[in-house]
Every structure is written in C-alpha cells, then in structure tokens.
C-alpha cells in the first residue's frame, strides 16, 4: 500500500509534463512537417503501387482495388476510435485538458474515415455481393460505430460551457467503445454476409503478399496522414484557445482602465 | 491523488459494469441476430411457407442449370453447407461472383416441393485474395478446385510467385 502513491504519481507526472500547451505546440510543431512529409510519400509509393502495379484478385479481378482505400479506413475508423477512447478515459480520470481538445478534434476526422470506409463498401458490395447494403453485424455495427463518431462530434460542441461538453462526450466515447469487440468480432460470432478478417487470422494472412504489402503501404500512409490531420486540427485548437484567451483578458483590462 | 484514483476505480467499475451488460444482452440475442439460415438449421426446423427468410451455404458443385422461362433467366441450383441440402430456385439475373462452390446468401421462401423460391440471391466471397496466375498454379497442380470449396491454407500459397520461377 505505501507504493500505491508513487505508482500513481508517475504516470500523472509524465503525463503532466505533455499538457502543458506551450510544449505541446513546440512539439507537435517540430513532428508536424516530418509526419505530413512521411505521409506524402508513403502515399506516393503505396496508391500507385496498389491501384497499378498489385495484381487483379483471381475471382474479384480489379475491383479488388477498392480494398486498398476500403481496408485502411476500417482500420482508421476503429483505430481512431480506441484513440477516442483512451483520450476520454484521460480526460475524465486525469482532466487532462489536451485530452479534450484531442477528443473533440478527433471525432470529425474520425466521422469522415468511416463515412469513406462505409461508402468504398457499399461501391464494392454492389458489383461483388450483388447489393449496396445489407443489414448484416458487420455493415450495421460500422453504421453504429459513424453515428457514435458523429454524436460525439455533435454532443461536444453541443454546450454552452466547453468544459461540461467534453465531459458529456468522453462519457459517450467511453460506452461507444463497447461497440469496437462487436465491430471486429461480427464476423466471426455470427454470420454475416461480410466476409471474416484476412489479416488478423491463427495462421497466415489468407492474402497474397503481392497484395498484402501494396496494402500495408497504403494502411502505413493514411495513418500517418491521419495523425497528420488529427495534429494539425489539435494544434489549431490550442491556438484558438489562446487567442480567446488573450482576447478576453483585454476586453478586461480595457474594461477596468476605461 | 486520491480523488483521481477514485475516479480511475469509477471508471473501471462503470466500464466492467457495462462490458458484462453487453455481453449478456449479444449472448442472449445470438440466435437472433443470424443473417441467414444455413441449410442444417433449414432441416432442424423450417421456418412456415408464408414465412421469408435468408438461406445461406456453399452453391454445391455439378448442381447449377441455367435455362429461360417466358422470358426470364432461370437458375436452379442446390445450397449446401455439408451436412444439408436445399435447392434452390432463382428467376433473375446472378451476381457476377455467383459460381458452382462459391457461398449465397439467397431471400426468399421455402415452397410446399421443398424448393426454395428465391427473390435474391447475393454471393458471398471469402477471405482469400491472390493474382489470377496464383490461383491458376494451385489449380493445375490439382490442390484446389474452386468449385469443391474454400482454398487451401493461406501459408501454402500466400508467397508463391509462379510467374517469376520462384517456389
């Protein structure tokens, strides 16, 4: 019990050490042109090499070239929304302030990649499936995971006070993120007209590598292009922050002077 | 210190609370939340005349014709997911991944002969992705024939390059 204080002091401590804005602006100054930079490139290598130069699928033939932009955004989406998750969960437990600006600047991105990844599956589902839609788990939990992301986006913003926006949100991104298993695992606890996962499986990813590496490029670079985006917004939201900050402190001074 | 540790252990409690609600309630609802009936379940227990439903399964091998009936495309067809068989009737035109091996997912309603009338019939592709010239080395060399079934082991084709001499 006497260590209890410590354990729990570090990683506040560190985490405090981060929340500082003026850090965190020079920081993520600093990271923001090497990520977006990164990103372009990856991209530039992995969008030609898997719209042109990955071969057709044997059965799907070049359709399968949807799945290089499809696959990334599912990712992106689930992925983001376990960064919503831990963000909220710091928000709430630590009231890290950057943790809601995070959150709240995170969750339109996040609303926008699910829109592509349910958009690229319905273009994909009609000349493969034979249907835009079908309310299988799969394609109605990724529906519930884009109105999750869109009511955070919304609830956020929603109120007067900022402060009590963020704290209704990350309650909400916190039991949203009860949907994430119910995403991933749908396809294999029921059936569904979705297929089961190619990558994450007990044995070998069930794709050819010729195909597999062009979409790992691709998943490697929106990622990268998706932090850049997310960073960016934060960054721009700290400022706006600031200036509001520095605003207000001169309507007071020039109230008290005048 | 103390109060963030409080929240912390609120928190968890809140999101174990939660996560056992959940998993009851997709344990209670896993039989309802079935996209289609394969053709065991068909068997076990069929679903009334008037009743519309999924039938999903593998399309068996040497059972599809084709033929035209005042007009119309007719497919006949047999469903199977090995242990039972339904056939299938379908007048429309077929997704283009529709094939002798490949899954369906058909809508539609079981008639009084034992065929299933289908309105719709969506294939149903599986996990697998490898170049056309892959699939054809696995062909010729006789270890899958796509119309008897799903393909073998990923870790035995997933690095096969038959085009560039390599194993």
């Known amino acids: 019990m006497s260590n209890a204080p410590s354990l729990a002091a570090r990683p506040a401590a560190s985490l405090h050490r981060f929340a500082n804005p003026g850090r965190f602006l020079r920081l993520s100054g600093r990271l923001l042109p090497w990520l977006a930079a990164s990103a372009g490139l990856v991209l530039a290598v992995g969008l030609p090499w898997a719209l042109w130069f990955s071969p057709p699928d044997w059965q799907q033939g070049e359709t399968v070239r949807i799945m290089y932009l499809h696959v990334p955004m599912a990712w992106l989406a689930m992925g983001g929304y376990a960064g919503l998750a831990v963000a909220s969960a710091m928000a709430l437990v630590w009231r890290h302030p950057l943790a809601d600006l995070a959150a709240r600047e995170l969750s339109p991105v996040g609303a926008a990649v699910t829109a592509l990844c349910l958009a690229t599956g319905s273009l994909w589902g009609k000349p493969m499936w034979g249907t835009w839609w079908v309310w299988d788990a799969r394609l109605t939990s990724v529906l519930v995971l884009f109105f999750l992301w869109l009511g955070h986006a919304a609830l956020v913003r929603a109120f007067d006070d900022p402060e009590r926006g963020a704290r209704m949100g990350a309650i909400l991104a916190l039991v949203g993120a009860l949907n994430l298993p119910v995403v991933k695992f749908s396809v294999e606890w029921w059936n569904t007209l979705h297929q089961p996962a190619s990558l994450t499986r007990v044995n070998a990813p069930a794709l050819h590598v010729d195909i597999l590496y062009p979409l790992l490029t691709c998943a490697v670079g929106f990622t990268l292009a998706f932090a850049a985006v997310v960073l960016l917004r934060v960054r721009a939201a700290v400022m706006e922050r600031r200036i509001r900050a520095l605003q207000m402190a001169a309507a007071r001074r020039a109230e008290t002077d005048g | ?167």
């Open chain 2, 1 to 167: 210190m103390t109060r963030k540790r409080k929240r912390l252990y609120l928190l968890l409690l809140c999101g174990l609370g939660l996560g056992s609600a959940t998993a009851l309630v997709l344990t209670a609802f896993q039989d309802n939340l079935v996209f289609f009936r394969s053709p065991s379940d068909v068997m076990r227990e069929a679903p009334g005349p008037q009743r519309a439903f999924r039938l999903g399964g593998l399309v068996e091998a040497g059972s599809l014709t084709r033929s035209t009936e005042a007009g119309r495309p007719l497919a006949r067809f047999v469903v199977t997911d090995g242990a039972a068989k339904v056939p299938v009737a379908f007048g429309g035109v077929l997704p283009d991944l529709f094939r002798e091996g490949q899954g369906v997912v058909t809508l539609g309603k079981l008639g009084p002969d034992g065929v299933f009338q289908a309105s719709e019939v969506l294939a149903r592709h599986d996990e697998t992705y490898m170049p056309p010239d892959v699939a054809d080395a696995l062909k010729r060399s006789g270890h899958w024939n796509p119309s008897q079934g799903a393909a073998p082991p990923a870790s035995s084709w997933n690095t096969l390059q038959p085009g560039r001499g390599g194993g």
